[in-house]
Nanobody, 125 residues
Framework: QVQLAESGGGSVQAGGSLRLSCTAS????????MAWFRQLPGKEREALAT????????RYHSAVEGRFAISQGSSKNTLNLQMNDLKPEDTGTYYCAAYDGAWLSCNALVRFSYWGEGTQVTVSS
């Protein structure tokens, strides 16, 4: 059974940093398209960053490019999101997602099959 579990959320002041982690289990393929999404209060869920675990190619939403960095951990079943220079408007629930099918490009348009339950990030001013 495929499972994703996020950790590392919490509260931080504006300008601070947090590192989210996602532990994946149950996958049978070595190459995955993985992503971090978030849902801000009153808004739809949006993709922040994607990572092709085979090519290591990454893509970012313009709102976080330069501040956030997606990476695969030393343990290949871990996905990280380093978040720097956090802003109050980054407050929301952050989700890890994964896809193990076939894709032309690992990006926000992929129909991710697996989702974690989310972790809360709160940034105060």
């Amino acid at each position: 059974q495929v499972q994703l579990a996020e950790s590392g959320g919490g509260s931080v002041q504006a300008g601070g940093s947090l590192r989210l982690s996602c532990t994946a289990s149950g996958f049978t393929r070595s190459r995955m398209c993985m992503a971090w999404f978030r849902q801000l209060p009153g808004k739809e869920r949006e993709a922040l960053a994607t990572l092709d675990t085979g090519t290591k190619n990454t893509r970012y939403h313009s709102a976080v490019e330069g501040r956030f960095a997606i990476s695969q951990g030393s343990s290949k079943n871990t996905l990280n999101l380093q978040m720097n220079d956090l802003k109050p408007e980054d407050t929301g629930t952050y989700y890890c997602a994964a896809y193990d099918g076939a894709w032309l490009s690992c990006n926000a348009l992929v129909r991710f099959s697996y989702w974690g339950e989310g972790t809360q990030v709160t940034v105060s001013s």
